[in-house]
Each structure stands twice: as structure tokens, then as C-alpha cells.
């Protein structure tokens, strides 16, 4: 069964760091561009970042650039997001999506929700 | 950055309804669209990508049309588990990627 896994969110204050894990399964990782989206809560989605198979190609959103890194291992079938500098805005659940062959988002994992306050 | 814009907000219907929903985008993106359906407390799904292909195991219920600015979502008749909300999305011009704002679809 594909599956990904997430991890890592929970309550940080303005201003503070999370690293938010993927763990993937059930497919060969190191062929499949993924993204990461986030919905604050009660809200829409918003795409956040998105990795190639190798990592050479990165893109952000521009609400998290310059604040947000992603990365991946593709030997450990992982995913990563580094988000520092954190706002109240960023408060969301977040999700990694794998890209589908169709270049859509498919399947996502059950999302982690970080939440900033103070 | 290409602006989706999905209409009604909110559709109330009854089971064994039809269900018509909408996205409209800012500027043409071809067939590079996709549908996903949300329930409380869940992940995405995707439904219906490239316009009009339905994904994997989804019911032929559903189905989706339109190319350019303006697409439909069209659930023929509604079950139960239906009742979520819908997402539009693209992939025509990125990054990044947009969704539309959801349409929810509430059991009248």
C-alpha cells in the first residue's frame, strides 16, 4: 500500500524552528516528486514546497521563502521541512502529497498540525 | 499566479441528487486541472485529474469536464460519503501551485 507518514508538528512560539518528517512507503521513493501543502484551520489549501526526485529542483511558495527548506533522503524513503522563523500564520496542518504520474497531488499523507503561539 | 475560483461556497443537496460544481481560473490553463475531494478530519483525495480522468478506484459517478477557464465537477447521483468538500486545482502554470477556495457540499 503507498502510504506517507508525517511527523514532527506540535506547539512552538512566534519566532521558533520545527523539522516536519514524510515517511514513505509502499513506492519507489527516489521516482516520485513530492510537495508539501498546509490548510490553516477552517481553511483552503495552499501548496508550500515541492522537491524533485533528486532534490536538484526546489520551488517555495512565496509566504514561506527564505523561512522554509525542504530536502529529502532518498535512502531513508524521507522527506523533510525545516520551517524556522515561525509566525501565527504558519499554523496549519501540514501535508506532504506525492506527485502523481499525472503531475498531480496523489496520495497525501494525514497531515501534522504545528501550531505557533505564544 | 493563476487565480481559481470556485463557486457556489456551499451547495445543499439531498442523496440521489445531482451535484454540479464549479472552478473557474484566472487565465486559460488547458486541461491542466484537477478535482479533490475533502472530509473532516482527512487527508485530500484526488478525484478527477487533467480535467476529466477520473483517478484510481473513484466511482463513475463522478465526472469532470470543461478545458480553458471554466470546469465542472458533476457527482451524478449523490451518496452519503459524498457530502465533503471539493478542491480545484492546477498545474498548468507553477510554481506555484493553486487551489481553489473549496465548495462545500453540505446534505440539505
Known amino acids: 500500500e503507498v502510504q506517507l507518514v508525517e511527523s514532527g508538528g506540535g506547539l512552538v512560539k512566534p519566532g521558533g524552528s520545527l523539522r516536519l518528517s514524510c515517511a514513505a512507503s509502499?513506492?519507489?521513493?527516489?521516482?516520485?516528486?513530492i510537495n508539501w501543502v498546509r490548510q490553516a484551520p477552517g481553511k483552503g489549501l495552499e501548496w508550500v514546497s515541492f522537491i524533485s526526485t533528486d532534490g536538484s529542483s526546489i520551488y517555495y511558495a512565496d509566504s514561506v521563502k527564505g523561512r522554509f527548506t525542504i530536502s529529502r533522503d532518498n535512502a531513508k524513503n524521507s522527506l523533510y521541512l525545516q520551517i524556522n522563523s515561525l509566525r501565527a500564520e504558519d499554523t496549519a496542518v501540514y501535508f506532504c502529497a506525492r506527485g502523481d504520474l499525472s503531475g498531480f497531488f496523489h496520495p497525501w499523507g494525514q497531515g501534522t498540525l504545528v501550531t505557533v503561539s505564544s | 499566479e493563476i487565480v481559481l475560483t470556485q463557486s457556489p461556497a456551499t451547495l445543499s443537496l439531498s442523496p440521489g441528487e445531482r451535484a454540479t460544481l464549479s472552478c473557474r481560473a484566472s487565465q486559460s490553463v488547458g486541461s491542466y486541472l484537477a478535482w479533490y475531494q475533502q472530509k473532516p478530519g482527512q487527508a485530500p483525495r484526488l478525484l478527477i485529474y487533467?480535467?476529466?480522468n477520473r483517478a484510481t478506484g473513484i466511482p463513475a459517478r463522478f465526472s469532470g469536464s470543461g478545458s480553458g477557464t471554466d470546469f465542472t465537477l458533476t457527482i451524478s447521483s449523490l451518496e452519503p460519503e459524498d457530502f465533503a468538500v471539493y478542491y480545484c486545482q492546477q498545474r498548468r502554470s507553477w510554481p506555484p501551485y493553486t487551489f481553489g477556495q473549496g465548495t462545500k457540499l453540505e446534505l440539505k
Open positions: 487533467d480535467a476529466s
Open positions: 509502499g513506492f519507489t521513493f527516489s521516482s516520485y516528486n
